[in-house]
Every structure is written in C-alpha cells, then in structure tokens.
C-alpha cells in the first residue's frame, strides 16, 4: 500500500466506427484526471478488447460507439470477460446511445453509459467511486 | 487614404479614452467584452484584388455569378401542386443522405420517398464493413452490418437497391451519390458493371462518389490501405472517370469531417488545402491537364460550428484560397477549375455542435447556421436536423422543420437577394485576411513536411487535431466556452424538454434488427450459386494487376463486379499486395 497504484483504463473503440473525438479526449482527459489509459485505436473486436484489458491489466475499460452497434458490442465484451472468469473490471460505455438502450445495456452488465455532453471530470469521479483497485482486490 | 487612416486611428484612440474607458469603469469591467472595427483594420484594401465580383476570380464572393437557390414555389393550396412537383428541372429534390439495413431495405425506402415527391437519384449511405472494405457473413464486423448505411458486398445488392430507379429515373436521368472512400473504386465500379447490363453508356452517367480518402486518416476512420496506396486507387479513378465519364466528379473532399474531429477553423482549412492539393498533383503526375480534370472535383462541405461570422469568413478566405492555389500554383487557365465547387450549404453550425441535451435548442442552432450559409454564399441551408444527435433520428418532423427553416430564410428573410452582402464590411474583411492567412502558416508547415501524404504518415495531422479536440473540451470543462443545456443553464429552474416523434421511422425498426441475419443469408446464397471458378481466376489477375504500379484496376474491378466478386474479396487481394494502414498511437 505504500505506493498508491494508479486506476488504470483502457479506453476502447469496438466495431469499425471510426469517430473517435470522443474516446481520444476521454483517453487523454482521464489521464488528466491522474489515471493510466491506454487507447486501442479503431476497429477492435470484443475478442481483442478483452485481450487488451487482461494483457494492460486494467481496472476499468471504457467503451465508445457512435455506429448504432453498441447492442451486439457492449454485451459481447461483458459477456467474454465472464468467459474468462473475470469479474472486477468495470465496464462502462459512451456514444451515441439512445436512451431507450441504456436499460438493456445496464442489465447486460455495462455498469454505466455517458453519453454525448457528459463532463471528464464527471466520468472520473464515477470511475474513483466504483474502481475496484489491484489494492482492495488483494 | 493613409491619412485618413492615420486620422481614424487617432480618433479611435481618442475615443477609447473618452468614452469606452468611463463606460467600462461604470460597469466595472478592465476590458470591454465587444470590439469594434474600423478602416484601420483593412489597410490598402483593394476590393477588386481580394473580393471581386460574384463569379469571377478570387471567388471570394461567390463561385457563380447569379445562383437561384431555392426553386419557386407554387403558391396556394397543397395537394395537387405538390404531386406536380416544383418548376424548374434542375432543382427538382433529391433524396437526403440516405440507406439502410439490406439493399431490398434501401430500395424500399426510395421507393417510399419517390411516392412522396422525390425525383432525384440516390445519395447512397453505405454501413461500415462497405466503407471498410469487409463482407456481411465477415465474423469479425458483426454488428456493424446495415448500420450507418445500406451493405453492398456484391453487384447484386446495387442491383436490388437500383430497382428502383428506372424509367423516368433511368441512370442516365439521375445523378448517383456514393459516400464510399477507400473501396470508392470498387464501389464505382459496381455501378459501372450495373449500367452496362442497363444498356447505359459510362459516359452518360452522373454521380458523385466522395472519394476522399486522406482524410479518412484525419477523421472519420474508413481508411483500409495506407496512404500511398491509396494514392493510387484515388488516381485510377481521376484517370478512368476523366477518360470515359465527362459527367461524373472525382471527388467530393471536404473539410467538415475534420473539424468534426476536433480540428480548429485554421487547421480545418490548412489541412483541407493540403489534402486538395495532394488530390491534384496526383492527376498532374498521372499526365492530366490541370484544366481538364480539376473542374470536376468538388466538395463536400466545409467548416462547421456555432460561430457565425468567422464561418462566414472562412467560407470567403477558402473559396479565395483554392482559386490561389490552383491558378498560380498549378497554373490552371480555366476559371472553371478554380471554384470550390459542390458545397451548396455553404457556412453551417457543424453536426458535433448539436445536443442530446433538450435537443430543440437544435433548430435554434441550425436557424443560425441557415443565415450564416446565406451569408457567406450558400443556399440558407438549415442542417442538421434537430435530432441529428439522437441517432435513430432523422425523423420526418424534423427533416420538414429543417426544410421549413430554410425556406423562410430565402422566401421571408429573403437573405439570398444580394451576394456576398457583408463584403467590405471592415470586420468581415479582416476576418478573411485573419483566417487565409493562418491557414496558409500552417499550410506552409504541412508543405515543409513533404505535403498532405507525409503529414498523415508521420501523424502530424491526427495528432494535432486530437489535441484540439481535448482543448476544446477542457475549455467546456472550466466553462470557457458555452453549450447551452450542457455545461450552462442546467440548473432545476429550466424545463428539460423531450420529443417525441409523432410520425413513425423511414426504416422499420422490426426489418432493422432482421438485417443483419437477412443479408448474411442473401449473401451465402449467392457466393454458392455464381461461378466460382471465375471468381478464382479474376482474382488471381486482380493480384498481378495489383502489383503493378502503373496499372489502372478499375477495368478489372468491373470485369470482378459482373462475376459477382464480392467487394471484400477484392479488398483482401489489394490488402495482400499494399498492405492495411496502421493507425499511429496518440
């Protein structure tokens, strides 16, 4: 506990949408905010992502989808980090997402979804709240 | 005239003094939150040099000397008059931006919108795996596909959608838009196979495809190849499209994307210069004559955001700037060759400047952006429609109120009754100094770096504009700059209000979630039922012909379009021969 381990996210593009204003500004404001981030760049499978966040060793993946594909992708990436009996990296989502899907995508297991207007400053604090670090996991 | 400038600037100084200093004390302000201009600020203003007439070089005040924007309408009761359609042929309307889920989705919809009055040929949205060159029962893209846009994997999909279109909107009587880049060739190709089984001669053909491929790497993200081979797919096109079809542009480039992304409004207009230039070079290098070709590039849009007159300026120093460049640097003749040609809206407010948060505000936003496109010389375009940000939006409510607000601009403000009305304005005419000439500083960089191509490889461009991206949000952040509803005003006391659409989706939402399964069906049918030794065969010559670099493929892509080779089996033939670009880090 002596040195305070940084949150550490991986900000991820799933799908082949190719906006990514958004998840570079999330990935370099995050870091701002003092956390490690590390993007994926465009066009990651849910297969890929989940690969990233095991080899990165991450706390947090953050996902971001503007194509209207975040039905099949978000679920997906919950679904293999089960697979892979993974049970404390929390995953959260932004986009484009309407808000008739964020029920749905909650209940599959993306813990919360910010969408468009949403502060950095906002996702952070949400992330230090709901962070189960390498610490409190030990 | 230095005199008076000399008096002017004597007098300003005098007036700060006197009158702006007391007044700010009074409101106890150091610096005055307004500005004002004078001649002083224009010095050596020559009207001929710099704006000149509607039409005529620099293009400062326009591309064309007299332009009937909206066609007239026909005035009394609705029924009847709206089956007939408006008068003049030319601007009979088109159909918006548009495509969705399979190609019977798609064709579908346009039949529906042709029983509603549109006569104009398609502007073709195509999904993702089109735009990225992969095929619908590709495992990798699932969820992506007949999202964003209709999927084309084969000749048969276009030939499904284009059903539609015949007789009366015969392909030699409509005009075809593709938004498509990096398979843009692939994608052209297609329509070329489809008109010659129509009977349809290549050079009676009209469309668009966008077809602007660098900045795919700049914004936006359907790149597939990297940047030199691209090059080269987008001078096949140039040469092929110049050679057999006088009526079809090469490209629609533009800007709007970039600034999208983040860039600033000099990055935006630097960059797009840069990227136009590389675009023309390349046809210079192929052999063309500069006047022969480049009156056929257009653009697509450019600019974008809520900051009325600079975009107004922009818009005057980019149609300034392209002319300067495309005369004196690649010596052009033809006054046709130096015109920003296609962006028809003109200024506009930026789709990324809309909010999800009481997305009415919208229409306020775009009522702004409709008299800044009148004013910098566009048709008073009202864009986007309010629920641009709402993704399954593009409601028909808000596709009429976006008509609507355009419509009163032009007939009731009657903004387009005089061209290019704020020239000579000091403030306007300092502005386009201001922004042509930052543009060109960092044009000049771009230009030292070896051009818009070693710019993108090395990530100079993707860089610089995601850093501009994060400083516009810190400033949203610490309340610099101001979204009303989103960092502002958002307290309890304000109303939050939703919409609701009262008329029911263009594209049923039902066939919507079965498309995906749908066309990875039509497609496995398909590809067992054609000739599949052909297949083989033509993409073996595809890779020979591809390792050549001086060949021009689209003949063969044609040749692969009949035989039902589909889009991704030729992109992984060229991923093998040039590689796939990878993205540099952040």
Redesign the interface.
Known sequence: MSEERKIRVLIAKPGLDGHDRGAKVIALGLRDEGMETIYTGLRQTPEQIVRAAIQEDVDVIGLSCLSGAHKYLFPRVVELLKEQGIKDILVIGGGNIPKEDIPFLKEKGIKEIFTQGTMVGEIADYIRKNVRTQATRA | MSNDIEKIQKKKQAWEDKVLKPALEGFGLKESPTKSYTPADIEGFDFLSKVGFPGEYPFTAGIYAAQPGMPDPRVGRATAQRRSGPRAARLVRAAGYSGYGTAEDTRDYYKEMQKRGDRGGPNLAFD??T??G?DSDNP?????VG??GVTVDTLRDFEIIYETFQGETELDRIASNFTINAPANIIIAMYFALSEKRGIPLEKLRATPQNDILK?FV????YIFPPKPSMRMFRDSMVFLNKYCPRINITSAGGYHIR???ATREQDLAFSMAILIAYLQEGVNAGLDIDSFAPRFTINQFGGSMEMFKEIAFHRASRRMYARIVKERFGAKSERSMLLRGGRMGAHIGC?NT???RPLNNLTRSVIGAVASALSGGEGTAYPPYDE????GRGLESSQLARDATRIVHYEAKLGEVRDPLAGSYYIESLTDEIEEAAQKELNKIETMGGAVASIENGYMQREV?KS??AR??R??SGEDL?VG??CFVSEDELELEIKHLVPPAYDPVRREQAEEKQIRNLTELKKNRDNRTVTQLLKELKEKAKKEDENLIPHFIECAKAYVSEQEMCDILREVFGEYE?V??
Request: glycine residues 10%; proline residues 7%.
């Open positions: 993702l795996p735009q990225c992969y990798m893209i699932r969820g992506d999202k964003v795919e914004a936006r993200g359907t999208g992304a983040g990324e909010t999800i948060q940000p709402l993704i399954m995601a991206a994060q949000q810190r949203i952040e979204m989103v960092n993205p880090s952040l």
